[in-house]
């Protein structure tokens, strides 16, 4: 690492030059090939994805999203002669467009059903010729337009459905202009200096735009969800700057001790930059851990997350160094460099606030882990309701075509129509035929359905198909309890003595399904992160006891996150002031995100604030002296990193976006509780009651271990003559538990 950042150094121009090109050549490429998101949530072998395809085999025509085109009339009805003219010519005109299949309006034999009874509503249904994330947007565009160019005074139009919503946009870029603003300003009043102060925001923007425009090439190379780039975004801001900020405070340091700017830069990137990297490469190893789930949806997501942290981590280790070496001296501030230069180095010692915190956790490490445990537990309980689901277009904005179709549906309608189910089969021969006329009338009169179309087979007879509406919202459990009840009763009692093998589809079930196949693999995903991680861990800091505190605190931010999620989102509680709609459940894909993300950035906190305290235990061979100056030193360069991550993390919520509000509402709150109750309290708190038993390694384990390191070298000079100490010498020190006067003078 001191070797990369020498040569960071004496390139300074060509490293920042290769970055810039580097920058704008994805950047164009982006430009030039266009983004292909799709969010196939498609998983092979469930019952939905069978009833899709059925469909698709026997109804051809049926096989594309389908969408709705809603009209209101505020005076007279839609019935009315000038309405039916217009409205009729519109959808002409959408039946014409290309990538369009069929349009079934209400103004025919078949579409009696689809005006309200009051006449002040109607709606026609479109079908493309393709499932939704194989649809150009510009197609999308074009029907939105054409049902758009309908309205008049006393008509209105609106358009819902997963196509539709491929053409709205939430929010802008004003998340990422806000996260940064108030980064900038913490970053200013941390160190005082502008040009430090911008360096950590410049050298995240350089890897995120590098990254963002990245994923719009790998769209076209695998399926990648069209939220993907906002959370690569939301993910590389938040640990691009902290990594940028936690060399610059390096940095910073070794020019307050008298250091040349190249010798501040060579030390930096070589203690701390290997942290920042150690801390990378959990966070990548936490996202790569999605590939197990064998899930193509999720496959796309966690690459172009790696992606991000990956650029993020390169720049932080070659274009930070460039930039330190540009700036020069004005990385400390004004005065600062005059006390420099009138008293001349001084050795940072931990004072102030930071040191007598440390000093009173080290005081009473029992009531304050209690406490920390106390608000960990609360915030998790409401984890234990959580409900996964899918979150329809009742929770848009309020602003957007498809939350106002949904409405406008829902008021006419009832809710069930924004989300009806499909019931499909194969047909063979008259008894098959007789069951599903009798199974229509069976229908219509089980709990929870509002309404069931007549059934309708294919040009061959051999497929047929029903249609439900039920009474609740897709999003709503009572939806989930009805697609469980058609398949557990209603409808195998149908199928009795008949070839009849009825399949459930719809958006409720899909997702249902989804959330299904995503909890039967959550606990060996979330296995296989946690047990990298302590991997890495124990390689690293050479202990058994390390690793599995960090597992244990990684679970605890995730389950504290989970229930602020649960609360705002599920439960509602707030959602609609912050414009983010009404409760629902959780999105089936979240959970597994969430915790590769969470896992990831939890792990960043301990390896910083667990790495100093490795450093001076290797030095002092004091578990106590090593824990107190390892939390002053760290904790307020942590605290502030939290802060930036926070309010960039918080800032997404302007997004506008439901899915993408909920990942900024979950890591904030996992770093506030990672940074501010379990880091800076609760790991210290128990690294004091363990004592030496912290940095125990079996000596047997010891030999048979690769060695990794993320201190310097001098430290790992004195790791090699700690580890000639036995088992039983370690067991001593630990029985004896001897408060040891610390040599460093830290008032309480």
């Known amino acids: 690492m001191a070797a990369l950042a020498r040569w960071c150094v004496r390139r300074r121009l060509v490293v920042v030059v290769l970055w810039l090109l580097a920058l704008g050549g994805v950047t164009a490429g982006a430009a030039v090939a266009g983004s292909a998101y799709s969010n196939d949530y498609k998983v092979p072998g ?59 309006g209400p103004y025919d034999d078949q579409g009696a059903g689809r005006i309200s009874e009051d006449g002040h509503t109607a709606y026609a249904t479109v079908t493309f010729d393709a499932p939704a994330q194989d649809i150009d947007a510009s197609e999308a565009r074009a029907v939105v337009g054409a049902a758009k160019d309908a309205e008049s005074d006393g ?30 300003v913490v970053l200013f009043l941390a160190f005082g200096s502008l040009a430090a102060s911008l360096l950590p925001i410049a050298t995240a923007l350089v890897g995120v735009g590098t990254a963002y425009a990245g994923i719009v090439l790998l769209g076209h190379a695998m399926t990648v969800a069209d939220f993907a780039p906002m959370l690569g975004m939301l993910i590389g801001l938040g640990v691009g700057i902290d990594y940028a900020l936690f060399i610059v405070t390096r940095h910073r340091r070794g020019l307050k001790r008298g250091l040349s700017v190249t010798e501040a830069v060579t030390n930096a990137v070589a203690t701390t930059g290997r942290a920042v990297v150690f801390a990378g490469a959990t966070v990548c190893i936490a996202l790569l851990g999605m590939l197990i789930l064998r899930l193509g949806f999720l496959n796309g997501v966690s690459i172009a997350a790696s992606l991000t942290v990956v650029l993020t981590v390169a720049a932080s280790v070659t ?61 998790a309980l409401p984890t234990l309701g959580l409900r996964l689901g899918t979150s329809d277009q009742g929770n848009d904005p309020e602003s957007s075509t498809t939350r ?12 069930g129509v924004n989300g009806p189910l499909t019931l499909v089969t194969h047909v063979d021969g008259a008894e098959d035929k007789l069951a599903l006329d009798n199974l229509d009338a069976t229908l219509r009169t089980t709990e929870g359905v509002a309404s069931v179309t007549p059934v309708t087979y294919n040009s061959g007879g051999d497929t047929a198909y029903v249609m439900i509406v039920p009474e609740s919202a897709p999003q709503s459990q009572k939806t989930s309890d009805l697609v469980d009840r058609l398949r557990t009763e209603v409808l195998p009692r149908a199928e009795t003595g008949t070839s009849l093998d009825v399949q459930v589809g719809g958006v409720t079930a ?57 609360a705002i989102f599920q439960w509602g509680w707030g959602s609609e002031l912050l414009g983010l709609g009404r409760a629902g459940p959780i999105e089936p894909f979240l959970p597994v995100i969430m915790v590769s993300v969470l896992f990831g950035l ?103 271990m690769p060695r990794i390191s993320i201190e310097a070298p001098e430290s790992r000079a004195a790791h090699e003559r700690l580890a000639a100490a036995t088992d039983a ?8 538990g001897r408060e040891e006067q610390d040599v460093r003078d830290i008032p309480g």
């Not at 940072?348 to 009173?360: C, D, I, K, N, Q």
């Not at 106002?404 to 809710?415: E, K, S």
């Not at 001076?616 to 930036?644: H, K, M, P």
């Open 46 to 104: 469930t019952e939905s994805g069978r009833a899709t395809q059925l469909l698709k085999d026997g109804f051809p025509g049926l096989g594309g999203d389908s969408d709705t085109v809603v009209w209101h009339t505020t005076s007279g009805t839609v019935r009315a002669a000038d309405v039916e003219q217009t409205m009729t010519r519109a959808l002409d005109k959408i039946a014409a467009l290309p990538g369009v299949a069929a349009v079934s």
């Open 155 to 184: 008509l209105r139009v609106e358009l819902g459905g997963s196509a539709i919503g491929l053409t709205e946009s939430f929010g802008g870029h004003l998340a990422e202009v806000v996260g940064v603003a108030v980064a900038a």
């Open 319 to 379: 274009l930070l160094p460039a930039l330190l070496s540009l700036i020069g001296m004005r990385a400390l501030s004004r005065r600062e460099r005059r006390r420099l230069a009138e008293h001349g180095p001084e050795p940072e010692l931990p004072t102030g606030l930071a040191a007598r915190w440390s000093a009173f956790v080290e005081r009473h490490p029992k009531l304050l882990g209690a406490i920390a445990l106390v608000v960990i537990t609360v915030l």
């Open 404 to 415: 106002q179709a949904y409405d406008l549906l829902t008021d006419g309608f009832g809710p």
């Open 510 to 566: 899909g997702y249902d399904d989804f959330a299904d196949v995503i909890v039967g693999k959550l606990p060996v995903f979330v296995g296989v992160v946690i047990g990298l991680g302590c991997l890495l861990l124990m390689l690293a800091f050479r202990s058994i006891g390390i690793p599995l505190k960090a597992a244990v605190m990684n679970v605890a931010a995730v389950a504290g996150a989970f229930g602020v999620v649960v």
């Open 602 to 704: 939890s792990m960043d906190y301990q390896v910083f604030l667990v790495s100093r305290m490795y450093e001076e235990w290797l030095e002092t061979g004091d578990n106590r002296r090593a824990v107190r100056v390892g939390l002053a030193e760290t904790s307020r360069v942590i605290n502030s990193a939290a802060v930036i991550m926070i309010s960039i993390f918080l800032a997404f919520v302007l997004s506008g976006d439901r899915v993408i509000a909920m990942f900024g509402i979950a890591l904030a709150a996992a770093v506030a509780l990672d940074a501010f109750v379990l880091r800076t309290l609760l790991v210290p708190a128990l690294m004091h009651l363990l004592g030496s038993a912290n940095w125990w390694l079996p000596r047997w384990l010891d030999r048979r």
């Open 729 to 736: 010498e370690v067991a001593d020190v630990l029985a004896k």
